[in-house]
C-alpha cells in the first residue's frame, strides 16, 4: 500500500512509544460482534423513513450469497419490500444505521444509491416455506449462522460486521416470534416503536427484548486450563465453562458457583478479570467472559452437567486453535475448540497471550509499542498493518474506533519487538512520511515491558 492512501484513515493527533506492562489490557482479543460503533443501534431517528435495506430472515435463517471476488460469504440485502404472491404477515423491525465499513460499504454496493439508511429486519417467518430468493428479487441461500458439530456460517463470512447484523437481526426474529400474546391478558402483541417493542392490544401492556446474562470463563492453574464437554457434542469438542446467573447474583459469585457446580474446582475470588462481552443472540444471552484461577485444581465432574471435564497445558490448546478442523470421519485428530465466533475462542487466546512460555519469558506485552490516535474512522487493521510492517515485524495490533475512550476518532496499538522498529516507525511520522500534513506529535517514553517471573 502507498504510504500516502493513509492520509485518510490516520490523522495522527498523538503518537508515542513505551514498553507495556500496564497497557496490557489494551491487547485483549477482538471479540466477533463487536463493530466498534460502525453499525449504530438505538431507534430511528427520524419517525418518517421508510424502510429501504432489509435483511430477510425466515426462522433463524438467513439469505447469503457468494461476496465478489472471494469464497466468503456476504448477507443480502433488498431494496424494497418484495411482492409475493399470498404471503402475509412480514414483520419490519429496525435494527440500525452503518456508519463506516464492511457494512457501509456493503449497502453501497447493494443498494447503488442512498447508502447510509438504516437497516431494517425483513421476517418472513410467518411464510409456510422460505421464499425463493428469485421471489425476492435477489439471488441467494438460506442458512443456518452456527453449527454446534463444526465451523459456522459465522466463520465464512468476508467480514466480522456481518455477523453482528445478522445475529441482530435472527435473534430480534426469535423474539418478536415467542411473545405473540399477552402475559397480564391474553390478548395478542403487535410491533411498535419500528419493532423494537411488542404491545397489547387489548390492554396495552408493553414488551422489550430481554437478554439473560451469563458468565463463561477459562479457569487457569499454572501452565494449564480447564475445559468441560457437554455429551451432545461431537467427539473431542471442548470448551470453557458456562452459565446463567442466577436471580440476585453478582457475576464474580456466578464465576465462582458455576466452576464449582460444574468440575468441583474452585476458584479464588479475588483472581477473576473481566475479559469481554457478547451478545450471544441464539436465543437471546448477553455473555461476560473472564479467566479465573484456581485455588484447588482438583476435578470432581457433575454428570447431570458435563460429560467430562480436564486441565489441558498450552500447547495442545495453542494446537487446536490453530488447526479448528475435524478429522473427514468425524473424529477429531486432536482438541477441538470452539471457532473464532465464540467469546470461548477469545478467551482462550487471551491466555495464550498472557502465559508464560516454556523459557518463562512472558507471553503478554513485552516489547515496544508504538501508540497513533486520531485513526480515521474508516481504517480498517490491514491499512494499519500494510503500513507499519514496513518498519519491523509486528507481533501485535490492536484497532479501536470507538470514540468513548477520550481519543478524539480513534486510535491503534502496535507492538513490534524492538526499540528500534518502534523508532523507525515514530521517526516516519514525524518525519511526514508517512502522512502528507504536518503532525501535532507528543511523546511518552517508558521502559520495555517487564518479564513475568517464574512461578
Request: with cysteine.
Amino acid at each position: 500500500m502507498p504510504r500516502r492512501a493513509l492520509q485518510r484513515p490516520l490523522g495522527g493527533l498523538f503518537l508515542a512509544f513505551l514498553g507495556l506492562s500496564f497497557f496490557d489490557e489494551a491487547f485483549v482479543a477482538k471479540v466477533f460482534f463487536n463493530t466498534s460503533g460502525r453499525l449504530e443501534r438505538g431507534s430511528v431517528s427520524d419517525s418518517s423513513e421508510s424502510p429501504g435495506c432489509l435483511v430477510p430472515v425466515y426462522r433463524g435463517l438467513c439469505l447469503l450469497r457468494k461476496a465478489p471476488s472471494s469464497e466468503t460469504l456476504e448477507p443480502v440485502l433488498l431494496p424494497e419490500l418484495p411482492e409475493i404472491p399470498g404471503f402475509e404477515g412480514q414483520l419490519l423491525a429496525f435494527l440500525g444505521r452503518p456508519s463506516s465499513g464492511p457494512l457501509l460499504e456493503l449497502q453501497q454496493r447493494a443498494l447503488r444509491k442512498d447508502a447510509g439508511k438504516g437497516f431494517w429486519l425483513l421476517d418472513l417467518s410467518a411464510s409456510a416455506e422460505a421464499p425463493e430468493g428469485s421471489l425476492l428479487g435477489a439471488e441467494g441461500e438460506w442458512s443456518k449462522l452456527r453449527s454446534r458439530s463444526g465451523p459456522s456460517v459465522l466463520d465464512a463470512l468476508a467480514a466480522d460486521d456481518y455477523a453482528a447484523l445478522l445475529s441482530t437481526a435472527v435473534g430480534l426474529s426469535e423474539w418478536h416470534r415467542s411473545v405473540p400474546f399477552c402475559a397480564k391478558c391474553g390478548g395478542r402483541t403487535a410491533p411498535f416503536r419500528a419493532g423494537s417493542n411488542r404491545r397489547c392490544e387489548a390492554c396495552g401492556a408493553r414488551y422489550r427484548p430481554r437478554l439473560d446474562p451469563s458468565v463463561i470463563v477459562l479457569v487457569t492453574h499454572k501452565k494449564r486450563c480447564l475445559l468441560g464437554r457437554k455429551a451432545v457434542w461431537p467427539p473431542g469438542r471442548y470448551s470453557t465453562l458456562a452459565g446463567f446467573v442466577e436471580f440476585g447474583e453478582t457475576l464474580e459469585e456466578c464465576v465462582v458457583r458455576e466452576v464449582r457446580e460444574e468440575s468441583g474446582v474452585l476458584v479464588d475470588p479475588s483472581s477473576i478479570r473481566f475479559v469481554a462481552s457478547q451478545p450471544w443472540l441464539f436465543p437471546r444471552s448477553l455473555m461476560m467472559g473472564f479467566i479465573a484461577e484456581a485455588s484447588n485444581p482438583t476435578v470432581q465432574v457433575d454428570a447431570d452437567e458435563l460429560e467430562d471435564v480436564g486441565w489441558f497445558d498450552r500447547a495442545t490448546l495453542q494446537g487446536a486453535l490453530e488447526s479448528l478442523e475435524e478429522a473427514s470421519d468425524g473424529t477429531p485428530a486432536s482438541l477441538n475448540v470452539p471457532s473464532r465466533a465464540s467469546l470461548a475462542n477469545t478467551l482462550m487466546r487471551t491466555w495464550l497471550r498472557d502465559v508464560e512460555d516454556e523459557t518463562g519469558a512472558a507471553r503478554s506485552i513485552e516489547g515496544w509499542v508504538v501508540i497513533v490516535s486520531g485513526v480515521h474512522e474508516e481504517a480498517q487493521e490491514d491499512d494499519i498493518f500494510e503500513a507499519f510492517s514496513e518498519y519491523g515485524d509486528i507481533k501485535n495490533l490492536h484497532l479501536n474506533l470507538d470514540r468513548r475512550t477520550g481519543f478524539v476518532k480513534g486510535y491503534a496499538f502496535i507492538e513490534y519487538e524492538n526499540k528500534q522498529e518502534a523508532d523507525a516507525a515514530i521517526k516516519a511520522m514525524d518525519g511526514n512520511t508517512l502522512l502528507d500534513h504536518k503532525l501535532d506529535v507528543s511523546w511518552a517514553f517508558a521502559k520495555p515491558g517487564s518479564k513475568k517471573k517464574r512461578r
